[in-house]
């Protein structure tokens, strides 16, 4: 019985809450290196064919991270210089990361 009326009081208290909370909106990460503002310039700067921001847009393109067949490398773990059981890695983690920005 008596856990028959704490379910009524959790389930109660759970349909109230849930209509107070505040309606969802678009999510924004916080971690991004760029923002809409961010995108905005750049498209003005390549629609006006503006230099340096042209010939960067270009080497973005052409890299071989930007492509959409790229394969990432993972690794159970990074190594930097070559030690017992362990064979130099971290240039991958780079490569890796640069197409993941990218």
């Known amino acids: 019985m008596l856990f028959l009326s704490?379910?009524?009081v959790f389930l109660a208290a759970s349909v109230s809450?849930?209509?107070v909370?505040?309606?969802a909106e678009s999510f924004r990460h916080p971690g991004l290196l760029h923002n809409e503002?961010?995108?905005a310039r750049i498209r003005s700067k390549l629609a006006t064919n503006s230099q340096p921001w042209v010939k960067g847009?270009?080497?973005l393109t052409n890299s071989s991270n930007s492509k959409l067949g790229y394969v990432a490398s993972p690794v159970e773990g990074l190594c930097r210089g070559s030690n017992a059981g362990c064979t130099q890695n971290f240039s991958?983690?780079?490569r890796d990361f640069a197409a993941?920005?990218?």
């Open 6 to 8: 704490l379910l009524k």
């Open 17 to 19: 809450s849930a209509a």
């Open 21 to 23: 909370l505040p309606r």
């Open 37 to 39: 503002d961010d995108f």
């Open 57 to 59: 847009y270009q080497v």
């Open 92 to 94: 991958n983690a780079f």
């Open 100 to 102: 993941a920005y990218q």
